[in-house]
């Protein structure tokens, strides 16, 4: 190939190669780069697409031969209150977890553009959490919610004479719990983007407006956070979609009784492990990730409608 | 964009209450979000009976627990199983994701569009819904308990395709055929023309794509059920739950799994915040 040079198309002689026409040349590289990743997307994406939808109608269990059930996978899910009570402790995490989240790290970013002291030392404080991992953060956090006098934060709460609370060990508590250290361990990352958006806003939108005798809330409000949306948008299905998928943490803050307790921290992803991976009842476990793909589409496409109608 | 210096316009210098009173929570929290970090490595420097004193500063530091987890072969080992896991995975992505990325950005070729709107559609699907048929094809054909069948299904993203395609898409045509008129191949111009031409976005998918497979936990705790292959995060999940009440120990696990990725920060700060704003704002 080193010693082959451009010729325009048709004139070429010798190898067969030479003589096809630049257009075709380009067909079959383009081809011969594409056919490897083609068939990895086809065998590791589209297909155990199609076989999750097929294995959720059926009663497959790992050793005996799979067996056409129709929709009654589907039937005894939404017969079950085990799934209603993982159902609303999902939404629980996306519905506490996203505001929170979203506004808390707008507040920082917010403040944190204009800081000019320390800026990347303080921009380094909070985005260092995003690096760590899940599974390891979670036993430190877990240590961090035990009871006096092993847990750091009753300790401190006994030592200012406050009481001390129960944490994981609570059916009302635990979920909160837990869902903070997902917000922690992700805020750094919103922060990020959203300060990318802010510097993403011409600065003549801002001089323009204090020419015209707006203050600094008025152009928060009127210039910033519309101008902001695309990125806001972006941040909340991101983030919905984080906390919809929450598993590392739940697994390992509560693996004496996994969801536990009572299930009051169970959400779907680790139900479906279960089921699955513990159960061996792979139809069933199927027919619980379809749902939980329905529910991740429909939010995934209402970002595409919000970004659309704008 | 993204990186353009701080715009003065915005940035008053004039000292006043509200700014030092915002600075001042603004580094608070900032420390506050340190403390799991701190606590955690303080924590490892201790020995058992100083775990409960709670001082940020240990009286007595030393590495025992370190030399007691690592000498008992397991943390190695798992260790090792995810830096070469996770590198391999990164080398992976890197070169077909941005070799994909680039045929669909400047190739013409029938099935292009169909190619790109495929791949992009996968994004919508969770990986939570393909672990079973994964697990399924992993026994059938034996990859369960290998490196392969922890590493496989994360050799090419739909993410880093999207990602790269945005960048090569900024590399004009003019370069490409300069190079095709030298006489480099279609493979060679690539190489050595078209990716140095984007190595910023080669980095970010590099960060993103390490980092997702150094942290990943849910299917290399499916498909491993021996425990010399775990990776990092899932041999310290077997082994806190093994220890249970002893902290220190559990502590050092979580540090050996958490002071890599932030050591990695310290030398390429820059870099990772950039790269983290590309791969958000286009991807």
Not at chain 1, 106 to 125: N, P, Q, S
Not at chain 2, 75 to 85: D, P
Not at chain 2, 125 to 139: H, K, N, Q
Request: charged share 10%; proline share 6%.
């Amino acid at each position: 190939m080193t010693a082959a040079t451009y010729r325009p198309p048709g004139t070429g002689s010798g190898s067969a190669w030479g003589r096809l026409p630049i257009s075709t040349k380009q067909i079959i590289w383009a081809w011969a780069f594409l056919a490897l990743p083609v068939i990895f997307f086809t065998v590791v994406r589209f297909y155990p697409t199609i076989e999750a939808f097929y294995i959720s109608v059926t009663d497959w269990d790992l050793l005996n031969e799979a067996k056409f059930v129709g929709l009654d996978n589907y039937r005894r899910l939404f017969a079950d209150p085990v799934f209603w009570q993982v159902f609303r402790n999902t939404f629980a995490y996306l519905i506490f977890g996203t505001p929170i989240a979203i506004v808390l790290s707008f507040a920082i970013a917010y403040y944190l553009d204009r800081v000019t002291v320390l800026h990347g030392t303080i921009r380094a404080l909070y985005f260092l959490p995003y690096l760590t991992t899940a599974a390891a953060m979670a036993w430190v956090w877990r240590w961090f919610y035990q009871p006096v006098p092993i847990g750091v934060i009753n300790s401190m709460l006994s030592t200012l004479g406050l009481p001390t609370q129960p944490f994981l060990r609570s059916i009302e508590q635990a979920l909160p719990a837990i869902m903070a250290t997902a917000i922690w361990a992700h805020l750094g990352f919103q922060i990020i983007i959203f300060m990318a958006g802010l510097r993403a806003i011409p600065t003549s939108y801002y001089e323009a407006a204090r020419i015209d005798g707006l203050g600094e809330g008025a152009i928060l409000r009127r210039i910033t956070i519309p101008l902001l949306k695309p990125t806001t948008v972006f941040l909340v299905v991101f983030s919905s979609i984080g906390f919809l998928r929450i598993f590392d943490q739940v697994y390992n803050m509560t693996s004496n009784d996994p969801g536990g307790p009572l299930n009051s921290t169970k959400p779907l992803v680790l139900m479906i492990y279960q089921t699955a991976f513990s159960s061996y009842q792979m139809g069933y476990a199927a027919a619980q990730t379809v749902v939980l793909f329905t529910i991740l589409f429909t939010i995934s496409m209402a970002q595409l409608w919000i970004l659309r109608s704008r | 964009m993204v990186d353009q210096p701080a715009q003065p316009a915005r940035r008053h210098s004039n000292i006043r209450p509200g700014r030092i009173v915002a600075w001042t929570v603004l580094f608070l929290g900032g420390v506050v979000m340190m403390t799991p970090l701190l606590f955690m490595f303080s924590t490892s420097l201790k020995s058992a009976g100083q775990v409960y004193d709670l001082k940020l500063i240990p009286t007595d530091p030393s590495f025992a627990n370190y030399i007691k987890v690592l000498s008992d072969g397991r943390f190695s080992r798992w260790f090792l199983n995810s830096v070469g896991i996770a590198t391999i995975v990164t080398l992976s992505c890197l070169f077909f994701d941005s070799l994909v990325a680039y045929t669909l950005a400047k190739f013409r070729f029938p099935g292009r569009q169909v190619v790109f709107l495929a791949i992009l559609s996968t994004l919508m699907i969770p990986t939570e819904m393909l672990v079973i048929p994964w697990y399924l094809m992993a026994s059938k054909l034996g990859w369960v308990d290998t490196y392969w069948g922890i590493m496989f299904p994360g050799l090419i993203t739909a993410f880093g395709v999207f990602l790269m395609k945005q960048f090569f898409e900024t590399v004009p045509d003019d370069f490409l055929e300069a190079a095709r008129i030298d006489g480099l191949n279609e493979f060679a111009i690539w190489w050595k023309v078209a990716l140095p031409l984007v190595t910023p976005a080669l980095s970010a998918l590099a960060i993103f794509t390490f980092l997702g497979n150094w942290t990943a936990f849910f299917w290399p705790l499916i498909v491993t059920t021996d425990s010399a292959l775990y990776t990092l995060p899932v041999g310290l999940s077997s082994f806190a739950v093994e220890q249970s009440i002893q902290w220190e120990l559990i502590m050092t696990g979580a540090s050996l799994a958490t002071i890599p990725t932030l050591m990695i920060f310290l030398f390429f700060q820059r870099y990772i915040v950039r790269g983290v704003m590309l791969a958000g704002v286009k991807g």
